[in-house]
């Protein structure tokens, strides 16, 4: 496991090269945050971004999504994978919204995961780029990262959240998910990931580095 030192040089670092990382799913409102997250389970921000811009353009509010009704969602979103579920999670939600919260998007985990489609790191992900709230949102390149790396361990999502949230130093909280995800995105990557250009390689545990990865 990296130690509390070489953390917090890692996050540090990822500060210095990115200070304010925001999220690359496209949206206009909190709700439309809302919708592009439910959206982009197991698909990319790229195709749900592309699928959106039409969406967002006639449905920003939940009002207007509940306008729009199901069929026609599905006409924008069908390029997206679990499409037809994702619609009916969509507009259950919306409905959700109007009847039980004034069209308001809630800012609890609690009444978060109420919602159709919402699990935990929907909530997330929501409550930290919507409410700026610290929250850990563990996806893919999260956990691959978080065990790959020795920041935080854990066997699913969870056990890494859970180890993340005691590790990482509050300072760097708010922004730890973005950094980690962009970092798995496009620097530590499944397959092969490009030791040689990481900028805080000197502080992770991976024993499989690829080539020419030294100190910078």
């Not at 929250?135 to 920041?151: C, K, Q």
């Not at 992770?204 to 030294?214: D, R």
Request: some cysteine.
């Amino acid at each position: 496991m990296m130690n509390r030192v070489a953390i917090n040089e890692f996050f540090r670092t990822l500060q210095a090269q990115n200070p304010h990382p925001q999220t690359e799913l496209a949206y206009s409102n909190t709700y439309t945050l809302l919708v592009a997250v439910v959206l982009s389970a197991q698909a990319t921000d790229v195709g749900v971004n592309k699928a959106t811009k039409a969406l967002f353009s006639v449905a920003d509010t939940p009002e207007k999504m509940l306008a729009l009704g199901e069929e026609q969602l599905k006409s924008y979103i069908k390029t997206i994978g679990l499409y037809q579920t994702k619609a009916k999670n969509v507009i259950a939600l919306s409905q959700a919204l109007v009847e039980q919260h004034q069209g308001i998007v809630p800012d609890t985990r609690e009444e978060l995961e109420k919602l159709a489609g919402v699990g935990r790191k929907t909530a997330n992900v929501v409550l930290n780029v919507a409410f700026g709230q610290p929250t850990m949102a563990v996806d893919t390149h999260i956990f691959r990262v978080s065990n790959r790396t020795g920041l935080g361990k854990g066997k699913n999502p969870l056990e890494v959240e859970l180890s993340l949230e005691k590790r990482i130093p509050k300072e760097f909280k708010q922004h730890a998910h973005h950094w980690l995800i962009l970092h798995g995105r496009y620097i530590c990557k499944a397959r092969t990931p490009e030791c040689p250009k990481c900028v805080v390689r000197e502080f992770c545990q991976y024993k499989e580095k690829t080539a020419g990865a030294g100190k910078l």
